[in-house]
T-cell receptor, first 115, second 111 residues
Framework: DAGVTQSPTHLIKTRGQQVTLRCSPK?????VSWYQQALGQGPQFIFQ???????QRGNFPDRFSGHQFPNYSSELNVNALLLGDSALYLC??????????????FGDGTRLSIL | GESVGLHLPTLSVQEGDNSIINCAYS??????FIWYKQESGKGPQFIID?????DKRQGQRVTVLLNKTVKHLSLQIAATQPGDSAVYFC??????????FGTGTSLTVIP
């Protein structure tokens, strides 16, 4: 049973560049959430996708955008990168619609470093 | 915004002892809670969850207690093992399906 997979595992970018991170959900899951985790902090919710639409969004600027594909995989795009965007980006998948209490299962993340 | 906090940032226990990790939450409307374990270089790993209509739930070597009166959550780990060393997060869900995480408690098991 494949868990949540993310790619790439590490990435180095410079300020102003754009980045795309990818996530494949756990087998059987249809909902994908993205989180940003700064060093020494808990994950912070960016947004959630279900049925190829953004269903809920956290307190992140429009530079952060996403997409969900018909096979439930998802991408996170960040434009105009800032030094403060350096973090571990986590993808979590779950089953069910917004509001249903289901556990989210996480991948091991993409470590993004901005120079 | 939501606030999920932990009483102790670090906890050291002897191997074989029981561990208790505490978490305070601020939103009385939160209806679902999850404990996660995160090892270095890994993503958070689901341990156990509890819904707000329950006050206790048990898993393998772990028990979660929920006190809605004081908005407090705890994770008890029985017979703590070196492999339990990690950072533990509690996460709460209030509106929609957005989870709020605390800053974590680092558990160190002393052999």
């Amino acid at each position: 049973d494949a868990g949540v997979t993310q790619s790439p595992t590490h990435l180095i970018k410079t300020r102003g560049q754009q980045v795309t991170l990818r996530c494949s959900p756990k087998s059987g899951h249809d909902t994908v959430s993205w989180y940003q985790q700064a060093l020494g902090q808990g994950p912070q919710f960016i947004f959630q996708y279900y049925e190829e639409e953004e269903r809920q969004r956290g307190n992140f600027p429009d530079r952060f955008s996403g997409h969900q594909f018909p096979n439930y995989s998802s991408e996170l795009n960040v434009n105009a990168l800032l030094l403060g965007d350096s973090a571990l980006y986590l993808c979590a998948s779950s089953l069910g619609q917004v509001g249903i209490n289901q556990p989210q299962h996480f991948g091991d993340g993409t470590r993004l470093s901005i120079l | 915004g939501e606030s999920v906090g932990l009483h102790l940032p670090t906890l050291s226990v002897q191997e074989g002892d029981n561990s208790i990790i505490n978490c305070a939450y601020s939103n009385s409307a939160s209806d679902y809670f999850i404990w996660y374990k995160q090892e270095s270089g890994k993503g958070p790993q689901f341990i156990i969850d509890i819904r707000s209509n329950m006050d206790k739930r048990q898993g393998q070597r772990v028990t979660v207690l929920l006190n809605k009166t004081v908005k407090h959550l705890s994770l008890q780990i029985a017979a703590t093992q070196p492999g339990d060393s990690a950072v533990y997060f509690c996460a709460e869900k209030a509106t929609g399906n957005q989870f709020y995480f605390g800053t974590g408690t680092s558990l160190t098991v002393i052999p």
